[in-house]
């Protein structure tokens, strides 16, 4: 099946968070796989001069910009998430970008936690980590 849903997302312009429904997975995970996987082509434009100018140019002029959950996750895999930091404009996430952020992160420290016991020895504390 995920052949067949990266092929159709090859030959058509179906959206990210489409086709990370196919899988249950949210557009910020689906970009993310998508990006580990080398026999993906992530399209995220036509790629013509003329639209880089146009990106180019609406950047620098714009006076707020919105990141969605696809953009976040680029900016995030191309370790460029800092170049948000003194951006001479306003930039926005959605409160329901926000909300989902938060939910994966809290689903991935559940899956990341250290598990185990906490134990006195004498005087001292420890932590012993289950090994599972």
């Not at 990370?20 to 970009?31: D, K, L, P, V």
């Not at 998508?34 to 013509?48: F, L, Y």
Request: charged share 25%; proline share 2%; net charge negative.
């Amino acid at each position: 099946m995920k052949e067949r849903v990266f092929q159709v997302y090859r030959q058509h312009r179906i959206p990210i968070h489409i086709v990370g429904e196919r899988f249950g997975h949210s557009a910020f995970e689906t970009i993310s796989g998508m990006a580990d996987d080398p026999e993906i082509e992530i399209r995220c434009c036509v790629g013509s001069a003329e639209e880089k100018e146009r990106a180019v140019v609406g950047l620098r002029t714009a006076h707020t910009i919105v990141l969605e959950a696809t953009a976040i996750a680029t900016l995030h895999n191309l370790r460029l998430a800092e170049i948000l930091c003194g951006w001479p404009s306003k930039v926005v996430v959605s409160q329901g970008t926000v909300n989902h952020l938060q939910q994966l992160l809290a689903e991935e420290s559940l899956h990341t936690a250290r598990s185990g016991a906490f134990v006195k020895e004498g005087s001292s504390h420890a932590m012993l980590e289950d090994s599972t």
